[in-house]
């Protein structure tokens, strides 16, 4: 075996071993003799979170897993069979979201005085490899639309190049090729053309780019990827089109990059303007080495004016002999971009769009009927087409893809260890390097005692790395734990390990990959800037909705082909965009339909697809579900209808009998009965009818109980509908004639009641954080509030309680997650409880308030986007975010932060939560004192948040919550005594550190760790626990900013009549709100207020003002962050009856300004701003503003002499050009 072969041997052992959600596809190709087997197996991984996970169990021993990866397996057959695995084509590694984890961009930063950070854009496009033996592959397939597609590119590409002249495009073609079998280079390229898809804009022309190049390693056959200078002299030399490129060197130009990135990322805006921005960043750190390489096809003309992102990565190292070859590439580059107006025909511009065009003509003018038929003769087509076309130059796809048996004798030959290795206890030694290697397939099945004794050799012999010892001895702890649990299953020696637990093994034994081609990251930019509906929760459904509408509008679904609907897609964009984001025909999906139409869940059991086609027209169904991706049931599948199909031969998917036990009242089931045919065509009920009859009978009673469960009135024969089997399927006559039957069968089906308005509140929290205290008598809290009378419900969800407000009845329920697993409910169902019990239909003004107290975490990525696509859209959510107030360990103590990855919560707040976890006695979560491994299961929590900003966690809760509630839970440790306290320090330490190292997943042992027992130890010590005690508000006060907020937000939600501004503007939190009481004194004044305090100061301070006004702006404690509408003492707007009376039928209504200036004088300083959205009659304020600072022996109204103070010459205005949007609330106030 030789090293390629066990590299690739680990890779796909560790895949198995992590369970990770990776396919593989063979094919059999040419053999190179008749004693040799030749396959390509493509490694084709589903999941992006594969990749992250794949990373962090690796080992130098494992081959890196890349985007995509093409294989040659090469199988002799003698008396021992031999395998040789070798690498031929592969993309680079994923590349991380810069959103979910900023180490990587920090980590660029950091070492751009060694390595430069390339900058490059990121098209809308798909990934291609080309090789000289192989020629095309795509990420799952060597011969399909996407590699035929990127064919016709590169062959259009050089038609380019040689202004039309085919057979100088043909040579220089072949030239590229034999020079890529040559070198044993493979080339990556992302391919642009919107028949694939795209992100926001069809493109206008259609091209490649070369994105990476790698040769493969003499010695392991690892791919080794082209620095960049020798990358870009490449694809010069052989005529390639390459990608727009910025170099930056030095972390001072690189800290700017990543800064202009970020406020691009934010506010959008056109190609050529982000564009032209790096472009000068690198002309003003030239003298640094930074450099621009112009691409090939300037995106802004050929793909569009709007930018997907870019890609930063860390290039190659830094040094005067690299920038002068990149400097040398400059001119042949500038005088290489090809101009798209230089391209007349549409042919030229757009080669591959307009062949799929003309052979999709060409089948429907044979006439084909089904469509799916049409698109595999449009496949098979293009496939021919394309290698008529390109035979010149692209090798001959002899491939043929061998069935699932043969598959499975490769895999198990390429996992079966090697003779020659298992002689040398699993160790193989690179013949040129010298560097030894280590075989899973040896290693992972040896005896729990010789596995030990080995590693305790290794260790011995000094092959461990240092840094890895504290690993390598956890990691024989849990050997020993492992052992110690099967020994009464059957011997130690011969048990099986956990696959978790062997996929740590190589990492110890050599250590970590190396990261350095993982080091790239994708800088998403805002492709849509429509700032009203930027922060809105339900902009996703308004946009769903508005196209359905339009399509409605503009001929129906029956207009949209497969081919063209992305031209479509471009003119409603464009109808979007112009009436900005409020289409006129909106409609909601179900008001689509006519009057009468069937409202339920159809399930259909059938031979054939046609029949369920008939049905969805006949019935007017909006939701076609898919049964191997079955989402969750909500409401609006009944009132839209839904469909789904499964098929006779398919087995019922895994989470059907969920989903029908949630939808049974709703459900309808409509069954072909199967028969078995003889030759002549009579029907009889032999051995395989009766087998077919079995198994729909399991199908069907699995229906029938759960109808049952749903209820007991509800009789299932009726939703049960069972069809005689058909011969002649595809009779249109008699599909019609059962599509009727069908039809007149359903009728309305099961028309829902209007629900009852709800809301529920969930806590974006880590365990300890005290939600049950908060919520424990909130139910009463919220009625004491509003002095209503109480009444008690009991729910099958839990305790809920009954109070009004107006004449409405509202239901308060709180669903403690803990106590519902002790009932036995099940934790995965547990978003689903909470949506059944918002869930009413009662009438009557009736409203509901669900209170869930379970801790919602943003990790796994998309995790709180699950558990709140629950709810249906009808329902209000609340996202509740607990904080400090005041100075936190973050700024005092920033010397324990260091190496510590961003969190939203300073450590004080996670060392009292710990506290708290561990002062608990009998918790009903079992998450207490008596847990030995409690210390880490709260890391694991506070890891989720891991990487995000306070100020990201916000934002991320507002695009998902209909509202963000913060409270203050604990005063920051920002007092100097505190601050000094030596306990309390040496406990934020120890977190920082525990922080840093304890795995996100918490770890494999359930033993304590040393970390574990030493952080609770000092946590426990009588004098911390003191003064993290000391540390927390009242929970009396708690309760009362958290009622206040949410009855702000449910009378907002809930009541059309005119709220009491008093108690709508009862808001205590973080944020820096003038306080204001719930009782009925007289309104004061009117103001927007509840502005994002952070992101204003962060502007402000950005402009150049002078330190001593910036200074200032930072330390008064006298601002007032909102901007005054209407005072009663205002000697000119004071007695506008009229104004008032309209901001108090305003109170909750959002209001957007921009800033325009900062004004100041000697007493205050102020930032005027103008309204873009706000009550009409408060544009009578002649001077809108914020108060950012007042000085000694001045006051907040002093603002108002400003203008005037400009017009004498004795105030100063700094103008604000960037435009700058916050977002506030009409509020009343009854103080100030």
Same mark, same amino acid.
Request: proline share 5%; glycine share 6%.
């Given at each position: 075996?030789?090293?390629?072969?066990?590299?690739?041997?680990?890779?796909?052992?560790?895949?198995?071993?992590?369970?990770?959600?990776?396919?593989?596809?063979?094919?059999?190709?040419?053999?190179?003799?008749?004693?040799?087997?030749?396959?390509?197996?493509?490694?084709?991984?589903?999941?992006?979170?594969?990749?992250?996970?794949?990373?962090? #169990?690796?080992?130098?021993?494992?081959?890196?897993?890349?985007?995509?990866?093409?294989?040659?397996?090469?199988?002799?057959?003698?008396?021992?069979?031999?395998?040789?695995?070798?690498?031929?084509?592969?993309?680079?590694?994923?590349?991380?979201?810069?959103?979910?984890?900023?180490?990587?961009?920090?980590?660029?930063?950091?070492?751009?005085?060694?390595?430069?950070?390339?900058?490059?854009?990121?098209?809308?496009?798909?990934?291609?490899?080309?090789?000289?033996?192989?020629?095309?592959?795509?990420?799952?397939?060597?011969?399909?639309?996407?590699?035929?597609?990127?064919?016709?590119?590169?062959?259009?590409?050089?038609?380019?190049?040689?202004?039309?002249?085919?057979?100088?495009?043909?040579?220089?073609?072949?030239?590229?090729?034999?020079?890529?079998?040559?070198?044993?280079?493979?080339?990556?390229?992302?391919?642009?053309?919107?028949?694939? +898809?795209?992100?926001?804009?069809? *493109?206008?022309?259609?091209?490649?780019?070369?994105? @990476?190049?790698?040769?493969?390693?003499?010695?392991?056959?690892?791919?080794?990827?082209?620095?960049?200078?020798?990358?870009?002299?490449?694809?010069?030399?052989?005529?390639?089109?390459?990608?727009?490129?910025?170099?930056?060197?030095?972390?001072?130009?690189?800290?700017?990059?990543?800064?202009?990135?970020?406020?691009?990322?934010?506010?959008?805006?056109?190609?050529?303007?982000?564009?032209?921005?790096?472009?000068?960043?690198?002309?003003?750190?030239?003298?640094?080495?930074?450099?621009?390489?112009?691409?090939?096809?300037?995106?802004?003309?050929?793909?569009?004016?709007?930018?997907?992102?870019?890609?930063?990565?860390?290039?190659?190292?830094?040094?005067?002999?690299?920038?002068?070859?990149?400097?040398?590439?400059?001119?042949?580059?500038?005088?290489?971009?090809?101009?798209?107006?230089?391209?007349?025909?549409?042919?030229?511009?757009?080669?591959?769009?307009?062949?799929?065009?003309?052979?999709?003509?060409?089948?429907?003018?044979?006439?084909?009927?089904?469509?799916?038929?049409?698109?595999?003769?449009?496949?098979?087509?293009?496939?021919?087409?394309?290698?008529?076309?390109?035979?010149?130059?692209?090798?001959?796809?002899?491939?043929?893809?061998?069935?699932?048996?043969?598959?499975?004798?490769?895999?198990?030959?390429?996992?079966?260890?090697?003779?020659?290795?298992?002689?040398?206890?699993?160790?193989?030694?690179?013949?040129?390097?010298?560097?030894?290697?280590?075989?899973?397939?040896?290693?992972?099945?040896?005896?729990?005692?010789?596995?030990?004794?080995?590693?305790?050799?290794?260790?011995?012999?000094?092959?461990?790395?240092?840094?890895?010892?504290?690993?390598?001895?956890?990691?024989?702890?849990?050997?020993?734990?492992?052992?110690?649990?099967?020994?009464?299953?059957?011997?130690?020696?011969?048990?099986?390990?956990?696959?978790?637990?062997?996929?740590?093994?190589?990492?110890?034994?050599?250590?970590?990959?190396?990261?350095?081609?993982?080091?790239?990251? #994708?800088?998403?930019?805002?492709?849509?800037? !429509?700032?009203?509906?930027?922060?809105?929760?339900?902009?996703?459904?308004?946009?769903?909705?508005?196209?359905?509408?339009?399509?409605?509008?503009?001929?129906?679904?029956?207009?949209?082909?497969?081919?063209?609907?992305?031209?479509?897609?471009?003119?409603?964009?464009?109808?979007?965009?112009?009436?900005?984001?409020?289409?006129?025909?909106?409609?909601?999906?179900?008001?689509?339909?006519?009057?009468?139409?069937?409202?339920?869940?159809?399930?259909?059991?059938?031979?054939?697809?046609?029949?369920?086609?008939?049905?969805?027209?006949?019935?007017?169904?909006?939701?076609?579900?898919?049964?191997?991706?079955?989402?969750? =049931?909500?409401?609006?599948?009944?009132?839209?209808?839904?469909?789904?199909?499964?098929?006779?031969?398919?087995? !019922?998917? #895994?989470?059907?009998?969920?989903?029908?036990?949630?939808?049974?009242?709703?459900?309808?089931?409509?069954?072909?009965?199967?028969?078995?045919?003889?030759?002549?065509?009579?029907?009889?009920?032999?051995?395989?009818?009766?087998?077919?009859?079995?198994?729909?009978?399991?199908?069907?009673?699995? &229906?029938?109980?759960?109808?049952?469960?749903?209820?007991?009135?509800?009789?299932?024969?009726?939703?049960?509908?069972?069809?005689?089997?058909?011969?002649?399927?595809?009779?249109?006559?008699?599909?019609?004639?059962?599509?009727?039957?069908?039809?007149?069968?359903?009728?309305?089906?099961?028309?829902?009641?209007?629900?009852?308005?709800?809301?529920?509140?969930?806590?974006?929290?880590?365990?300890?954080?005290? #939600?049950?205290?908060?919520?424990?008598?909130?139910?009463?809290?919220?009625? /004491?509030? !509003?002095?209503?009378?109480?009444?008690?419900?009991?729910?099958?969800?839990?305790?809920?309680?009954?109070?009004?407000?107006?004449?409405? *009845?509202?239901?308060?329920?709180?669903?403690?997650?803990?106590?519902?697993?002790?009932?036995?409910?099940?934790?995965?169902?547990?978003?689903?409880?909470?949506?059944?019990?918002?869930?009413?239909?009662? /009438?009557?003004?009736?409203?509901?308030?669900?209170?869930?107290?379970?801790?919602?975490?943003? @990790?796994?990525?998309?995790?709180?986007?699950?558990?709140?696509?629950?709810?249906?859209?009808?329902?209000?959510?609340?996202?509740?975010?607990?904080?400090?107030?005041?100075?936190?360990?973050?700024?005092?103590?920033?010397?324990?932060?260091?190496?510590?990855?961003?969190?939203?919560?300073?450590?004080?707040?996670?060392?009292?939560?710990?506290?708290?976890?561990?002062?608990?006695?009998?918790?009903?979560?079992?998450?207490?004192?008596?847990?030995?491994?409690?210390?880490?299961?709260?890391?694991?929590?506070?890891?989720? =948040?891991?990487?995000?900003?306070?100020?990201?966690?916000?934002?991320?809760?507002?695009?998902?919550?209909?509202?963000?509630?913060?409270?203050?839970?604990?005063?920051?440790?920002?007092?100097?005594?505190?601050?000094?306290?030596?306990?309390?320090?040496?406990?934020?330490?120890?977190?920082?550190?525990?922080?840093?190292?304890?795995?996100?997943?918490?770890?494999?042992?359930?033993?304590?760790?040393?970390?574990?027992?030493?952080?609770?130890?000092?946590?426990?010590?009588?004098?911390?626990?003191?003064?993290?005690?000391?540390?927390?508000?009242?929970?009396?006060?708690?309760?009362?900013?958290?009622?206040?907020?949410?009855?702000?937000?449910?009378?907002?939600?809930?009541?059309?009549?005119? $709220?009491?501004?008093?108690?709508?503007?009862?808001?205590?939190?973080?944020?820096?709100?003038?306080?204001?009481?719930?009782?009925?004194?007289?309104?004061?004044?009117?103001?927007?207020?509840?502005?994002?305090?952070?992101? %204003?100061?962060?502007?402000?301070?950005?402009?150049?003002?002078?330190?001593?006004?910036?200074?200032?702006?930072? @330390?008064?404690?006298?601002?007032?962050?909102?901007?005054?509408?209407?005072?009663?003492?205002?000697?000119?707007?004071?007695?506008?009856?009229?104004?008032?009376?309209?901001?108090?039928?305003?109170?909750?209504?959002?209001?957007?300004?921009?800033?325009?200036?900062?004004?100041?004088?000697?007493?205050?300083?102020?930032?005027? $701003?103008?309204?873009?959205?706000?009550?009409?009659?408060?544009?009578?304020?002649?001077?809108?503003?914020?108060?950012?600072?007042?000085?000694? +022996?001045?006051?907040?109204?002093?603002?108002?002499?400003?203008?005037?103070?400009?017009?004498?010459?004795?105030?100063?205005?700094?103008?604000?050009?960037?435009? &700058?949007? %916050?977002?506030?609330?009409?509020?009343?106030?009854?103080? +100030?």
């Amino acid at each position: 075996m030789d090293a390629s072969t066990l590299l690739t041997q680990n890779l796909i052992l560790l895949i198995k071993d992590l369970n990770l959600p990776v396919a593989y596809k063979a094919y059999a190709c040419k053999n190179e003799s008749d004693s040799i087997q030749s396959y390509l197996l493509i490694v084709h991984v589903m999941g992006d979170s594969a990749f992250k996970k794949y990373l962090g #169990k690796s080992s130098r021993s494992d081959l890196m897993l890349f985007r995509g990866l093409l294989i040659k397996v090469q199988v002799e057959n003698d008396e021992h069979t031999r395998v040789l695995a070798q690498v031929q084509q592969a993309f680079l590694p994923k590349f991380q979201n810069e959103a979910e984890d900023t180490s990587i961009a920090t980590a660029i930063v950091t070492q751009a005085s060694e390595r430069y950070m390339v900058v490059t854009i990121k098209h809308s496009g798909s990934l291609i490899t080309l090789s000289g033996d192989l020629g095309f592959a795509a990420k799952n397939s060597i011969c399909n639309d996407y590699t035929a597609g990127a064919a016709v590119l590169l062959q259009a590409h050089f038609l380019r190049l040689e202004n039309g002249d085919v057979a100088k495009s043909q040579d220089r073609l072949s030239k590229l090729m034999l020079s890529l079998r040559s070198r044993k280079i493979a080339v990556s390229f992302e391919m642009v053309t919107g028949c694939h +898809g795209h992100h926001g804009q069809i *493109p206008r022309g259609e091209y490649l780019v070369a994105t @990476s190049a790698h040769s493969l390693d003499a010695g392991t056959g690892r791919p080794i990827f082209l620095p960049w200078a020798d990358f870009m002299h490449f694809c010069m030399q052989e005529g390639l089109p390459v990608n727009d490129t910025w170099l930056v060197a030095g972390t001072t130009a690189a800290s700017q990059c990543c800064d202009m990135l970020d406020e691009m990322a934010l506010t959008g805006g056109p190609t050529h303007t982000a564009l032209t921005a790096l472009s000068n960043l690198v002309q003003d750190h030239e003298s640094a080495g930074c450099v621009y390489l112009p691409g090939t096809y300037p995106h802004d003309q050929w793909q569009g004016s709007r930018i997907e992102g870019f890609v930063v990565s860390q290039g190659q190292k830094i040094s005067h002999d690299n920038s002068e070859t990149l400097r040398a590439l400059i001119p042949p580059l500038r005088a290489a971009v090809i101009q798209i107006d230089s391209l007349h025909e549409e042919s030229s511009r757009c080669p591959y769009r307009e062949l799929l065009i003309t052979l999709k003509t060409k089948q429907q003018d044979v006439g084909t009927e089904r469509e799916e038929d049409r698109d595999a003769d449009t496949s098979s087509s293009l496939y021919l087409s394309v290698r008529s076309q390109c035979a010149s130059w692209l090798p001959a796809s002899d491939f043929k893809q061998i069935s699932n048996e043969e598959k499975v004798s490769l895999m198990a030959a390429l996992t079966t260890a090697s003779p020659a290795v298992e002689k040398t206890g699993g160790e193989l030694r690179v013949p040129l390097t010298g560097e030894v290697l280590y075989s899973r397939a040896v290693l992972e099945p040896l005896p729990y005692n010789e596995l030990d004794q080995k590693l305790s050799q290794w260790i011995h012999e000094g092959r461990v790395d240092p840094s890895l010892s504290l690993e390598a001895q956890q990691f024989r702890q849990d050997l020993e734990h492992d052992a110690a649990v099967h020994t009464n299953e059957t011997t130690a020696t011969s048990q099986p390990r956990s696959r978790s637990l062997q996929a740590r093994l190589l990492r110890i034994v050599c250590g970590p990959p190396d990261i350095t081609l993982t080091l790239r990251y #994708k800088k998403k930019m805002l492709l849509w800037t !429509l700032p009203r509906l930027m922060k809105e929760p339900s902009q996703i459904v308004h946009f769903a909705e508005c196209w359905a509408s339009w399509i409605a509008a503009h001929g129906g679904v029956q207009s949209v082909s497969n081919v063209t609907y992305l031209l479509q897609a471009e003119q409603f964009v464009t109808d979007f965009l112009s009436s900005g984001g409020n289409i006129k025909t909106t409609q909601k999906a179900e008001s689509l339909r006519a009057a009468g139409s069937f409202q339920g869940i159809l399930i259909l059991l059938v031979k054939s697809p046609e029949l369920a086609d008939h049905l969805q027209s006949a019935l007017q169904i909006i939701n076609r579900l898919d049964a191997h991706n079955l989402p969750p =049931f909500r409401k609006s599948m009944v009132s839209e209808g839904s469909l789904l199909l499964i098929m006779e031969d398919q087995a !019922l998917p #895994k989470s059907l009998k969920q989903f029908c036990e949630a939808a049974a009242p709703y459900l309808f089931v409509l069954v072909q009965r199967p028969a078995a045919v003889v030759p002549e065509g009579e029907w009889i009920e032999g051995p395989a009818a009766k087998k077919q009859a079995g198994h729909l009978m399991t199908k069907i009673k699995m &229906f029938e109980t759960a109808l049952k469960g749903a209820s007991k009135n509800l009789d299932g024969s009726t939703r049960i509908k069972q069809l005689a089997s058909e011969q002649d399927r595809d009779d249109l006559e008699k599909l019609h004639q059962v599509s009727s039957e069908v039809v007149a069968w359903l009728g309305e089906g099961t028309p829902m009641t209007a629900s009852d308005p709800a809301a529920v509140l969930c806590f974006v929290t880590i365990p300890g954080s005290g #939600k049950t205290a908060l919520t424990a008598n909130l139910q009463l809290d919220l009625l /004491g509030n !509003l002095e209503l009378s109480l009444g008690k419900d009991e729910t099958a969800q839990g305790l809920g309680t009954q109070m009004q407000i107006g004449s409405s *009845p509202v239901t308060v329920k709180v669903l403690n997650s803990d106590q519902m697993k002790k009932r036995g409910c099940q934790a995965s169902r547990y978003w689903q409880d909470v949506a059944a019990a918002a869930d009413t239909s009662v /009438g009557g003004g009736a409203r509901t308030l669900v209170i869930a107290d379970k801790n919602l975490v943003p @990790s796994p990525p998309g995790n709180l986007e699950r558990a709140l696509g629950q709810l249906d859209g009808g329902i209000t959510t609340l996202g509740v975010i607990l904080t400090c107030r005041g100075d936190t360990s973050r700024k005092v103590l920033p010397e324990i932060y260091a190496g510590l990855p961003e969190f939203p919560m300073p450590l004080e707040l996670v060392a009292l939560c710990m506290l708290r976890v561990l002062l608990r006695r009998n918790h009903e979560g079992k998450l207490d004192e008596a847990c030995l491994t409690a210390m880490a299961v709260m890391s694991m929590f506070v890891n989720f =948040f891991r990487n995000t900003t306070l100020n990201q966690l916000r934002t991320r809760c507002q695009s998902l919550f209909g509202a963000v509630l913060e409270v203050e839970v604990m005063m920051g440790v920002g007092d100097q005594q505190l601050v000094s306290s030596p306990g309390l320090r040496q406990a934020l330490k120890c977190l920082s550190e525990g922080l840093s190292s304890v795995p996100v997943t918490g770890g494999d042992s359930k033993k304590p760790t040393p970390w574990e027992v030493h952080i609770r130890e000092l946590l426990l010590e009588p004098e911390t626990q003191r003064t993290l005690l000391s540390l927390q508000r009242p929970l009396e006060e708690l309760q009362k900013d958290l009622v206040a907020l949410i009855l702000q937000q449910v009378r907002k939600a809930w009541t059309s009549e005119q $709220v009491n501004a008093a108690d709508a503007a009862s808001l205590s939190t973080s944020r820096h709100v003038p306080s204001a009481s719930t009782s009925a004194e007289p309104i004061r004044w009117y103001g927007i207020a509840a502005l994002d305090v952070e992101p %204003l100061l962060a502007s402000v301070l950005s402009l150049p003002l002078p330190e001593e006004v910036s200074s200032r702006i930072r @330390s008064s404690g006298k601002s007032e962050y909102h901007v005054t509408l209407w005072h009663v003492e205002d000697p000119v707007l004071g007695p506008d009856e009229e104004l008032r009376l309209a901001l108090a039928q305003s109170v909750g209504q959002e209001a957007v300004v921009q800033l325009i200036s900062v004004d100041w004088n000697d007493s205050v300083v102020a930032a005027q $701003v103008q309204m873009l959205s706000a009550p009409e009659p408060s544009l009578r304020k002649v001077y809108p503003h914020i108060t950012l600072a007042v000085g000694a +022996g001045a006051a907040a109204k002093d603002s108002n002499l400003l203008p005037a103070c400009l017009d004498k010459g004795t105030a100063v205005r700094v103008h604000i050009h960037e435009p &700058f949007h %916050l977002t506030g609330q009409v509020l009343g106030f009854t103080t +100030g």
